[in-house]
């Protein structure tokens, strides 16, 4: 298995832009998290889904951001607009009910 | 979730072996003891778990106190390789919730 792939690694955007963040999890897996990780505020969850459903999206930190997982194998973060504090590695995570959570490499996201 | 506490920071000589500390005095009966590290500039990478037995597996060995409420993550032979922040998360394991949220976690440098 080639484990968590995110996409892009990178991306640069100007302010007020939509940035679509995305991830493909582990086959088999049915819980997908969301992470955001900044030198000031660590590494925060923001939503996490089980068996394609939100579970708990109290960690997203306004409107601008939605995420969505249409099925199985694919989940998107979304912001609209952008601004320069989402700045961030966003990180995208698959687990298997309560076994350990497999991490993709990240987005590094930069607004300007 | 039950919070963890861990020391800020810790240093470990290459070759020997490094214990890191967790306190989780008020974990749940339901709740299992995770460990994960990040190593700069990568996602966090699992790397044991359990729910109250002692647990080895080829990275590192787990060992939880009778009651529960702290332990400790060892590397045997730490590397220079192993230098990365060591996150201990308490996380329930059943029903539909399995949220898992990362502290502050400790800073080990091994060094030569």
């Known amino acids: 298995d080639a484990g968590v792939i995110q996409s892009p690694r990178h991306e640069v955007t100007e302010m007020g832009q939509e940035v679509t963040l995305r991830c493909k999890p582990i086959?088999?897996?049915?819980?997908l998290f969301w992470y955001r990780q900044t030198m000031m505020r660590g590494l925060e969850l923001l939503i996490y889904?089980?068996?394609?459903?939100?579970?708990?999206d109290s960690g997203m930190p306004e409107d601008r951001f939605s995420a969505k997982m249409p099925n199985a194998s694919f989940s998107t973060l979304k912001i609209q607009p952008s601004e320069p504090r989402d700045s961030a590695v966003y990180f995208c995570?698959?687990?298997?009910?309560?076994?350990?959570?497999?991490f993709g490499q990240g987005t590094r996201l930069t607004v300007v | 979730d039950a919070k963890t506490t861990q020391p800020t920071s810790m240093d470990c000589a290459e070759g020997r072996a490094a214990n890191l500390p967790c306190n989780h005095s008020t974990i749940s009966g339901n709740e299992y003891v995770y460990w994960y590290r990040q190593i700069h500039s990568q996602g966090p990478q699992y790397i044991i778990h359990g729910l109250k037995n002692n647990e080895t597996n080829e990275m590192a060995s787990l060992i939880i106190t009778e009651d529960r409420k702290s332990s400790t993550l060892i590397l045997p032979h730490a590397t220079l390789r192993d230098t990365a922040v060591y996150y201990c998360i308490v996380r329930v394991a059943d029903g539909n919730d399995y949220k898992l949220s990362f502290g502050a976690g400790t800073t080990v440098t091994v060094r030569a």
């Open positions: 889904f089980n068996n394609n459903v939100p579970i708990d």
């Open positions: 995570a698959s687990s298997s009910q309560a076994l350990g959570a497999f």
């Open positions: 086959s088999g897996h049915n819980s």
